[in-house]
């Protein structure tokens, strides 16, 4: 017997109180996906919503104020800043979209080796640990000014920075249930060792593993935002946010919304991530459930 | 000593509060042992939470009085509750392995209670206490221990180091105990309890002996206290309780013992069918019903049962006792060694 | 069932298994703790072997040795006579193990048919359209209805869970299987439910059983044979009746005095035993019980005693069984 709180109540009672609890949709989940949505589809569906081009150039056209033909106004070169804000969003989802896609493979791949077999550990865990020690924009910079500027490079360099966080989640899931007592009573069945990390020991981390892929995919926005912005990243004359963010440096004065409108953007789109992070590890945590509560 | 009258707990749920401790009432005297018997749920260990004021959130204890000593514990505000607690109440929780805090020597943790509760005690005057109460309660070379850190003793000195932090303060009146030794080795179990008996002889302490465990009641017990679904379904003293017991559900339990001279070997054990009722979802009636073998339908699904008193201090909470045939026990004898 | 030659289905041999224990950073080599060191016994199909001790005793070591869940540093397994060297698909097939907490011992993102499945798919029992009745079956075979095939573990109840667990474990049609303390976890009141299921499974399908507890009026129920383990190794062997009637080594008349009597009539003083066990790290020389034997003499520092047959199938490993009056 246990101090398990199981222990004072039936656990049909706990069951019935905790299962519903941790199923019901977290508050700070449907806020982060109110925002969200949104700006997916005005990603996915930029080139409906808008027929301007968000590349054309007309000199006489520049730097005009919102009006009902240009929304959000027009920038320097004359482009329709609504056009670019809409096609950067796809460049920004693209880029936090693609490197936690290879994030969660490679991530998966390596957390299960390393937890797994203790030589692998033993080599991958250096590996994570040199990546770690850097601060994550430095090297960003760095992996950038070796391989160079585009969109392909950044969703790498992102993905390098990111994979330790998703190789560890994976990985202290592996050893926590690698002994667990279902585990040992498969193996007993007669299951073998790859049914038994996939279909019994991996679906037990795919929560946490969630959690920080949102939260990766918030960084991924930002980091992508950030070189471009310094000129690292997506190259000109591609509408990212942060080379919009750059441009429109040298406007501050005249014209407001060139610089509002794009960081208006990231911080919606850092923002709704992070909700979506911190409320899905609320969920996956009762303990915490009480913060998470909007 | 301590005296429950009415109490009440309740958790809240899905579909209205949650009853967790329905109209318990019990008194324990000076020099007493009290054994309290009943499986996982049925809210014996939340009994001994609730008489230290720990009732965990978000439950609440929602009715009824504690009286100690004549003061009524659920009215005395926090800081009177503080300095009854692990001083004229001490509490035993069932884990020796984790109710210690692994970052601190164990000498560290049993003189923290002096700190608190007599703070005017000058620090080698506590540990030359602490040594004391070690050495009472049965741990060799004290000074030795003192120093050392839980995981460096064994299970049975860790429950001694454990009931040395519920005696330290030398005033206990009142020891509750929740299954003591459930985690420990039967060789390990016979000492603790032992010292438990004589602990209690030694300082006439009232013992709440908390167990889902009948031989343990059996061998230390002077009376029993029987709980199911958060309910007491029957409280007498230990020898007529195991002589005749009447609830259907203590009989039961008895029943379902294997023992080792009254049955042949590999025959079916008699049980009791189904599980325990959802404590949310109670039928209407006695919540023992459609577990029991004696019950009716009329009689026992339309009102739930009071505590009746059959004899002398036995009482049980059943409507058909009077038509239960007398418990048909095949005392074992001492065992043969 | 016309068995010709009455050959155990589990054998066995001196088995060892030594943990090696890191003293610290800075001392040189390794301790090793001798788990299980050297023990031997036989099962006959449709009997059971209780193995009997206090925790640590190396119960629990050698049911994974047996399952081959850990390797082996010394000894043999013969199960129906052949040698197993490793486990292939054949070896889990025969012998399955029933855990002590059902809380922690089925996958908690499995539904009960997946749990009951899956033996079905790894060993290619039944074909594939067979196997929802296969599953009813064997559901059906441990008192659970068909409709919790589709519920989650912690859905169920303890005592349900541990029918599932037992479920999983006959669904291979195994011929032997560990229990180790299959009924300690559960409520008093289920206790003797699920009892009475391994005994009618025992009987059905003629399993053998090595009956894991620590429980001595339980293993007085359900057992055939006793091996009382202490610190490794067995140190006291008999067929249940004589052992309940006289046990011969001082540690199981010592265990024997220690388990309560659930009745108030013959209350007893306690404390047959002073003291706790030895570490395995750091046995003592000779006999490894003689530090808390009442019985200890001098000879037992120095020589280490071996099981030898006091009548009857009876063994025990005590210089002075001879002087123990039953």
Redesign the interface.
């Known amino acids: 017997m246990s101090t398990d709180p199981a222990h004072i109540l039936p656990?049909?009672f706990w069951?019935s109180l905790s299962?519903a609890r941790r199923f019901r949709l977290n508050g700070m989940v449907v806020a982060g996906s109110l925002i969200l949505i949104p700006l997916v589809l005005m990603a996915v569906f930029a080139s409906f919503l808008t027929f301007l081009d968000p590349l054309s150039i007309d000199a006489s056209q520049k730097l005009l104020a919102p009006s009902w033909a240009h929304p959000f106004g027009t920038d320097h070169f004359g482009r329709d800043v609504l056009a670019r804000t809409m096609y950067g969003a796809q460049i920004s989802l693209r880029v936090g979209f693609g490197s936690m896609l290879l994030t969660a493979l490679f991530g998966i791949l390596f957390g299960v080796i390393s937890g797994w077999y203790n030589l692998a550990d033993v080599i991958i865990g250096r590996f994570t640990d040199s990546l770690m020690i850097f601060p994550g924009f430095v090297l960003a910079i760095m992996i950038m000014a070796a391989i160079g500027p585009s969109e392909l490079n950044v969703i790498i360099s992102v993905t390098v920075l990111y994979i330790p966080r998703v190789i560890r989640t994976v990985r202290a899931s592996v050893v926590e249930f690698r002994d667990?007592?279902?585990?040992?009573?498969?193996?007993?069945?007669?299951?073998?060792d790859f049914?038994l990390l996939f279909?019994?020991i991996l679906?037990?981390a795919a929560g946490p593993v969630m959690v920080q892929l949102s939260f990766g995919f918030a960084w991924a926005v930002l980091v992508e935002a950030g070189l471009s912005f310094l000129g690292l990243g997506t190259p000109p004359p591609a509408p990212s946010w942060g080379s919009m963010i750059s441009d429109a440096r040298d406007f501050i004065r005249s014209a407001w919304w060139l610089i509002t409108i794009p960081g208006c953007m990231i911080t919606l789109a850092v923002l709704s991530l992070n909700l979506i992070g911190d409320g899905l590890r609320d969920m996956l945590d009762p303990r915490l459930q009480s913060r998470g509560e909007l | 000593m301590i005296e429950i009258q009415n109490l009440e707990v309740q958790f809240p749920g899905d579909s209205g509060p949650i009853t967790v401790i329905d109209d318990l009432s019990l008194s324990i005297g000076k020099g007493e042992i009290l054994g309290l018997v009943g499986?996982?749920g049925c809210g014996k260990s939340l009994l001994a939470k609730s008489i230290m004021r720990l009732v965990p959130a978000p439950g609440k204890i929602t009715s009824g009085e504690i009286l100690f000593n004549g003061d009524d514990l659920l009215t005395l505000d926090e800081s009177e509750i503080q300095c009854i607690r692990g001083n004229q109440i001490s509490i035993i929780l069932q884990e020796p392995m984790t109710s210690l805090n692994p970052v601190f020597t164990v000498g560290n943790q049993i003189t923290e209670v002096l700190a608190i509760h007599r703070p005017e005690m000058k620090k080698n005057e506590r540990r030359q206490r602490a040594l004391d109460v070690m050495k009472r309660v049965g741990i060799e070379s004290p000074d030795l221990r003192f120093d050392q850190y839980p995981h460096e003793l064994?299970?049975?000195?860790r429950q001694r180091v454990l009931i040395s932090i519920a005696l330290i303060c030398g005033d206990v009146q009142l020891l509750v105990a929740d299954e003591p030794t459930t985690a420990l080795?039967?060789?390990?179990?016979?000492?603790i309890?032992?010292l438990f008996v004589q602990l209690q002889a030694e300082h006439q302490m009232a013992l709440l002996l908390i167990t889902?465990?009948?031989?343990?009641i059996?061998?230390t017990?002077h009376r029993v206290a029987v709980m199911y679904a958060g309910r007491l379904v029957e409280i007498a003293d230990?020898?007529p309780l195991?002589e005749n017991p009447l609830h259907p559900?203590t009989r039961?339990?008895?029943r379902?013992?294997?023992?080792?001279e009254t049955?042949p070997?590999?025959s079916?054990?008699?049980?009791?069918?189904g599980?325990?009722p959802n404590l949310a979802d109670l039928p209407a009636g006695c919540p023992f019903f459609d577990?029991c073998e004696y019950g009716r339908e009329e009689a026992c699904t339309s009102t739930v049962p009071r505590l009746e008193e059959v004899s002398d201090g036995h009482w049980v909470r059943c409507h058909l006792w009077r038509e239960i045939p007398r418990f048909a026990?095949a005392?074992?004898?001492?065992?043969?060694? | 069932m016309t068995s010709i030659v009455k050959a155990p289905v589990l054998e066995v041999r001196n088995l060892v298994k030594h943990f090696d224990l890191r003293r610290s950073w800075f001392q040189q080599g390794t301790q090793k703790v001798r788990a299980v060191d050297g023990i031997s016994f036989d099962i006959m199909a449709g009997k059971t072997l209780a193995l009997v001790g206090?925790?640590g005793c190396g119960k629990s070591t050698t049911a994974k040795l047996i399952?081959k869940?850990l390797q082996l540093d010394g000894g043999e397994i013969y199960l129906n006579g052949e040698l197993v060297s490793e486990a292939t698909?054949e070896f889990?097939?025969k012998?399955?193990?029933v855990?002590q907490?059902p809380y922690?011992?089925?996958?908690?993102?499995?539904k009960v048919k997946s749990i009951l499945r899956?033996?079905l798919v790894?060993?290619d029992i039944c074909p594939p359209q067979e196997r929802q009745n296969h599953i009813q079956d064997v559901l059906a075979a441990v008192g659970l209805s068909s409709d919790i095939a589709s519920r989650y573990p912690?859905?169920l109840?303890?005592?349900?869970r541990q029918r599932v667990?037992i479920a999983?474990?006959i669904s291979?049609n195994p011929t032997f299987i560990v229990c180790d303390e299959p009924v300690s976890a559960l409520?008093?009141?289920?206790?003797?439910?699920i009892?009475?299921l391994l005994?009618d499974l025992q009987e059905n399908r003629n399993l053998a059983y090595l009956f894991i507890s620590?429980d001595?009026?339980?293993v007085?129920?359900?057992s055939d044979t006793v091996a009382v383990m202490y610190l490794g190794k067995i140190v006291e062997k008999a067929p249940?009746?004589d052992f309940?009637?006289?046990?011969k080594h001082p540690y199981s008349?010592?265990?024997?005095?220690?388990?309560?009597?659930?009745?108030?009539?013959?209350?007893?003083?306690?404390?047959?035993?002073?003291g706790?066990?030895a570490s395995a790290a750091n046995l003592p020389s000779g006999c490894r019980f003689r530090t808390r034997c009442p019985l200890a003499i001098d000879k037992c520092a120095v020589i280490e005693p071996t099981l030898r047959s006091v009548g009857n199938g009876h063994l025990a490993a005590c210089h002075r069984v001879d002087e123990i009056e039953p």
Do not use: C, W
Request: aromatic share 4%; net charge neutral; hydrophobic share 40%.
């Open positions: 656990e049909s069951s299962g667990a007592e279902f585990v040992e009573a498969a193996r007993t069945v007669g299951v073998g049914r279909l019994h679906p037990k | 499986e996982s064994s299970g049975g000195i080795d039967v060789t390990i179990q016979a000492q309890l032992d889902h465990d009948l031989s343990v059996a061998q017990a230990v020898a195991f559900y039961g339990l008895m379902s013992l294997p023992q080792i049955r070997r590999k079916h054990l008699p049980t009791i069918p599980t325990v577990r026990s005392t074992p004898t001492a065992r043969s060694l | 206090e925790s399952l869940l698909p889990r097939r012998i399955q193990m855990f907490d922690a011992s089925l996958t908690p993102h499995f899956e033996p790894v060993h912690h859905e109840s303890g005592g349900q667990g999983r474990a291979v409520d008093v009141s289920i206790r003797a439910q009892i009475n005994l620590h001595l009026d339980l007085a129920h359900v249940t009746g309940f009637a006289g046990p008349k010592a265990l024997l005095a220690s388990s309560l009597v659930p009745h108030p009539g013959n209350r007893k003083q306690f404390v047959p035993l002073v706790e066990v």
